[in-house]
């Protein structure tokens, strides 16, 4: 079962436009939501993530939007440049217990053109 | 970078054969995952470990088991390889602390299963 749902799988955009990147989770235990970017060859690496208290994170051009209503978060690359170009996953884990256990999606592969 | 290394980084290897992994890491981190990482499923969790000797099993464990012995290493073993276990397998290692309890992932294994 996933339990994080990541869309869309891939995404190309021209440079200096805005990348949007849409996750639905299920568990409403979940209280820590981060994103991941993975260039080719390489591990992932974390990016951003957010709790649960607040509805937006922002950290230069990246931006995480935050509905606990609806149980979705979203990923913005503003002025998204051809050094984006990478593999994104969303993940969502619970921090009882503090194993930080992460679930993840299924990646979105974002191109960005020049 | 994050001090963990893993090896082989790449391995042909035939159904019915064992197979271990090694992930090793210098930060004196607590917490060790391991990870596969297939199209179109993102990052599943194998396996995990939150202490030396302490092990649990993740969501796709079936075939998999895992050691560790001292607080550096985490090994992974498939005892008899088949085709569905053509993965590429990802470390990680997390402290266990601060707000977000990051985890930092290693380069990968790229095992084929023929």
């Known amino acids: 079962q996933q339990q994080v749902k990541q869309s869309p799988q891939s995404l190309i955009v021209q440079k200096g436009g805005i990348s949007i990147i849409n996750c639905a989770y299920e568990?409403?235990?979940?209280?820590?939501f981060p994103w991941y970017q993975q260039f080719p060859g390489k591990g992932p690496a974390l990016l951003i993530a957010i709790r649960p208290d607040v509805s937006e994170k922002k950290e230069g051009r990246f931006t995480i939007s935050f509905n606990k209503s609806a149980k979705q978060f979203s990923l913005h690359i503003m002025d998204s440049q051809p050094g984006d170009s990478a593999t994104y996953f969303c993940a969502a884990s619970k921090r009882t217990g503090n194993t930080g256990k992460l679930i993840f999606g299924q990646g979105t592969t974002l191109q960005v053109k020049p | 970078d994050a001090g963990i290394t893993q090896s082989p980084r790449h391995k042909v290897t035939e159904t019915g054969t064992p197979v271990t992994l090694r992930c090793h890491q210098t930060e004196n981190h607590r917490y060790m995952y391991w990870y596969r990482q297939d199209p179109g499923h993102g990052l599943r969790l194998i396996h995990y470990?939150?202490?030396?000797?302490?092990?649990d099993k993740g969501e796709v464990s079936d075939g998999y088991s895992v050691s560790r012995s001292k607080t550096e290493d985490f090994l992974l073993t498939l005892e008899s390889a088949t085709s569905s276990q053509t993965s590429v397998y990802f470390c990680?290692?997390?402290?266990?602390?601060?707000?977000?309890?990051?985890?930092?992932f290693g380069p990968g294994t790229r095992l084929t299963v023929l």
């Open positions: 568990n409403t235990a979940f209280d820590y």
């Open positions: 470990s939150y202490g030396v000797k302490d092990t």
């Open positions: 990680a290692i997390s402290d266990g602390t601060g707000s977000y309890n990051e985890q930092f």
